[in-house]
């Protein structure tokens, strides 16, 4: 018979990463030296795009129309003001000509144009404000994005600013995303500045310890640094979103700490039970590791997910998302444990919390922030299992209503007004809409493939011109076998106008090929993609989420829970998405231009992040209710218990990632300004309302039914389930109606003491 006191040997996992710390830290210097030399410079390889499906309809016609008429579809506006006087005026006139044929000097710049030079053909409205004070050269730049980008800092210094009698600014697509990608790296210096000093700061009033409060956020640090190398060496292969280096920062810093502060504590409850630092490791590794280890996994699924879309936006994130994940599970699983390890019990040293509060103990730091907030979830859990029907039908009814707005959702594409409203090509692209008539820039362009005669281009022409959403059709331009029309709608470049006028214009007969692009071609093929693969994704995210979550619990009531609590602890944040930026309330508190839309990909984005970070949570919470369920057998108890010793934990890493989400969300761009500070209220309230109230009301509801499973099941899970406890046999879950039986003696190992107490407690 094996006797219960005796500590369990260390594992395998345990021998190989602490056997030598000083060559694992050593080792991992190293690592992060050279990742931090392959990741140097990696915001200058970064797209600014990637919204559009590669095999969308408009994207097959914008490489034809650049291949065939590099002209057709400028990407670079000059804004040309005359002040008081008249476009037309001869001085104005000169000026603007001589601005035209300079810029058509420049090399990689085609198909340049202007108001001036289009008055002869009777085409130039579009391209002249309706005051008649401001008009417009346009021109494209070639090249792929990087190509772009230089060619417009080249050439834009002389171009831009007061030239005789007009003043120039610059505008277009190309513009816009060049002006984005810097904001966005400006942006990103100053989140990384303001989140990583308050992170520490409550990282030591977390911990007390300053040393303690280090090694999260060391962790962090790595993370970042070796995924920003991972992204650097995927650019060499595929295009990458330069938005994903948000995430990168995001879930670098708030992963890695909510796993150091995982293993950090339960190794500091070990040492106050009395464990000596090795063994106080190996129960760490044992429990906490392999929580750490599960959670990982929970998150890079939901992640992972965004494979599945076309878009590169998408599929960035998903590449910086699990290289970060699985970095800071990596770095807490080896790096941490030869830190604590050489450590020991100074792992306490330094408690700066004494200046404020003297006399407290190392026993009573503990790890979640004091007895204290041990006592208070356990009250609170008391009372929320005493009423679990009323707190779980208006907690449920609350988040629901929170998430009422996004029934109103209306989805667009990313523009201009996701910049500052005194950014440069913002400024000339809301001079065109209020302005100008039509949409120049903004055009739908027709590219015609295969023979016809000019009386069919024209008959063609003619029922284009009378769809209702027609503002103007200028074409075509002919070349060989191809030609292209340039449609006008009536109203913006991406409205429901725009968009409906292209579905009319695909269903228009002709009697040759047609395909149709621009800004509304593509949002409507974005739209088309995202809502054919988004049931996949949905449906990958569950199942993967409910077998990880039934390998952890071997429950077949308790996946099923986590899949609808993590979907509606999300509701909130939807809802405040839709009220906020596409409504526009507390736009000027938060600084943003609202475009009346959401970008299309941006619920998919924020959905996968979202629910993978509920997920997080969710695990730490199971695992010890799953720990203590597996020990004594009382189901009220373990829920109880586990939310006690969890629920400051869980708290203090939701604040510190939203802290982190908060800090992205100070960005200038509207996007990431909604995906921090969406993310961080999702955050919150699964942390706050969600795992501390709807969770144990539903358990209590559920009773011992929740750790039902058939007999095939249980066998199944007995076999291959990853459940946290400690070494030896763990007590068989019971069937939902079986007897509570006699309960097995409490283990008196590292960690028995502090269980004891608190089972005494409740």
């Given at each position: 018979m094996t006797e219960v006191n005796s500590p369990p040997r260390p594992g395998g996992w345990t021998r190989f990463v602490t056997a030598r710390p000083r060559l694992s830290l050593l080792a991992a210097l190293v690592l992060t030296v050279l990742a931090v030399l392959a990741g140097s410079g990696v915001a200058e390889r970064l797209g600014s795009g990637g919204w559009e499906d590669p095999a969308a309809q408009s994207t097959y016609a914008t490489k034809a129309l650049e291949r065939e008429f590099p002209g057709s579809q400028p990407n670079l506006l000059l804004l040309l003001d005359a002040g008081d006087a008249s476009v037309d005026d001869p001085a104005v006139a000169a000026e603007a000509n001589r601005l035209t044929a300079r810029l058509a000097a420049e090399k990689g710049v085609v198909g340049v144009g202007s108001y001036w030079q289009a008055k002869a053909s009777g085409t130039a409205s579009a391209l002249r404000a309706k005051d008649g004070h401001e008009a417009l050269i346009a021109a494209r730049i070639t090249g792929d994005e990087k190509t772009m980008g230089e060619t417009l800092d080249r050439i834009a210094p002389a171009l831009r600013g007061t030239h005789g009698p007009v003043e120039v600014r610059i505008g277009g697509g190309v513009a816009v995303r060049h002006e984005m990608q810097t904001v966005i790296q400006e942006d990103l210096t100053r989140a990384e500045v303001i989140a990583l000093p308050i992170t520490l700061v409550l990282l030591v009033m977390v911990f007390g310890s300053a040393v303690a409060a280090l090694?999260?956020?060391?962790?962090?640090?790595?993370?970042?640094?070796?995924?920003?190398?991972?992204?650097?060496?995927?650019?060499?292969?595929?295009?990458?979103s330069i938005f994903a280096m948000n995430l990168t920062t995001a879930l670098g810093l708030g992963l890695a700490i909510d796993y150091a502060l995982f293993i950090v504590r339960r190794f500091r409850e070990e040492l106050a039970a009395g464990a000596d630092p090795a063994a106080a490791i190996g129960t760490t590794l044992r429990t906490a590791g392999r929580t750490v280890l599960f959670s990982a996994l929970t998150v890079a699924v939901s992640l992972a997910a965004m494979l599945l879309f076309p878009q590169y936006f998408l599929r960035s994130f998903a590449y910086a998302g699990m290289a970060v994940v699985l970095l800071a599970a990596a770095a807490a699983l080896i790096l941490l444990p030869a830190a604590l390890i050489l450590l020991g019990d100074r792992v306490n040293s330094l408690d700066l919390r004494r200046l404020l509060r003297r006399g407290r103990t190392a026993a009573a730091r503990g790890g979640e922030g004091g007895e204290g907030d041990g006592?208070?979830?356990?009250?609170?859990?008391?009372?929320?299992?005493?009423?679990?029907?009323?707190?779980?039908?208006?907690?449920?009814?609350?988040?629901?209503?929170?998430?009422?707005p996004f029934l109103g959702v209306k989805f667009g594409t990313a523009d201009d007004r996701q910049l500052p409203s005194s950014a440069e090509s913002h400024v000339v692209q809301q001079h065109i809409r209020d302005g100008f008539p039509g949409s120049p820039g903004g055009g739908l362009e027709v590219l015609a493939e295969g023979r016809a005669t000019p009386a069919q281009y024209t008959a063609y022409k003619e029922?284009?011109?009378?769809?209702?959403?027609?503002?103007r059709v200028d074409g075509p331009l002919v070349k060989g076998d191809a030609a292209y029309f340039t449609v006008l709608p009536r109203g913006e470049a991406v409205d429901e106008t725009a968009q409906r006028l292209v579905r009319d214009l695909r269903a228009t007969a002709a009697p040759f090929e047609t395909k149709v692009t621009g800004t509304a071609a593509v949002l409507v093929d974005s739209k088309h993609a995202i809502g054919a693969r988004l049931p996949w994704a949905a449906a990958f995210i569950a199942v993967v989420t409910l077998l990880l979550v039934f390998l952890l619990t071997g429950s077949v009531l308790i996946p099923l829970q986590a899949v609808a609590?993590?979907?509606?602890?999300?509701?909130?944040m939807f809802g405040a998405v839709v009220w906020v930026f596409q409504d526009g309330h507390l736009s000027g508190l938060l600084g943003f231009t609202s475009p009346g839309s959401i970008e299309t990909t941006l619920p998919v984005l924020m959905f996968c992040v979202a629910f993978g970070l509920s997920m997080d949570y969710g695990v730490f919470l199971l695992s010890r209710i799953k720990e203590e369920y597996?020990?004594?057998?009382?189901?009220?108890?373990?829920?109880?218990?586990?939310?006690?010793?969890?629920?400051g934990l869980i708290t203090a890493a939701a604040v510190i990632l939203a802290v982190v989400m908060v800090a992205i969300g100070t960005s200038r761009v509207t996007n990431t300004k909604m995906l921090g500070l969406g993310i961080a209220l999702a955050v919150l309230m699964d942390a706050m309302v969600v795992r501390s109230l709807l969770v144990p009301a539903i358990m209590r509801l559920t009773g011992r039914a929740t750790w039902w499973a058939p007999a095939p099941l249980r066998a199944f899970h007995r076999r291959f389930g990853l459940s946290e406890g400690e070494s030896g046999p763990a007590r068989p879950a019971p069937d939902a109606g079986a007897p509570a039986g006699v309960l097995p003696e409490a283990p008196s190992g590292p960690g028995g003491r502090e269980r004891d107490t608190a089972d005494a407690h409740h």
């Open positions: 090694l999260p956020l060391g962790i962090g640090i790595v993370a970042i640094l070796g995924t920003n190398a991972v992204l650097s060496g995927l650019t060499r292969f595929t295009d990458v006592r208070l979830w356990g009250r609170t859990a008391d009372l929320v299992m005493r009423r679990a029907p009323f707190f779980a039908l208006a907690t449920t009814a609350v988040l629901v209503l929170l998430g009422v029922r284009v011109a009378a769809l209702p959403e027609v503002a609590l993590n979907a509606l602890s999300l509701t909130a597996d020990r004594t057998g009382d189901h009220e108890g373990a829920v109880a218990l586990g939310l006690r010793r969890t629920g």
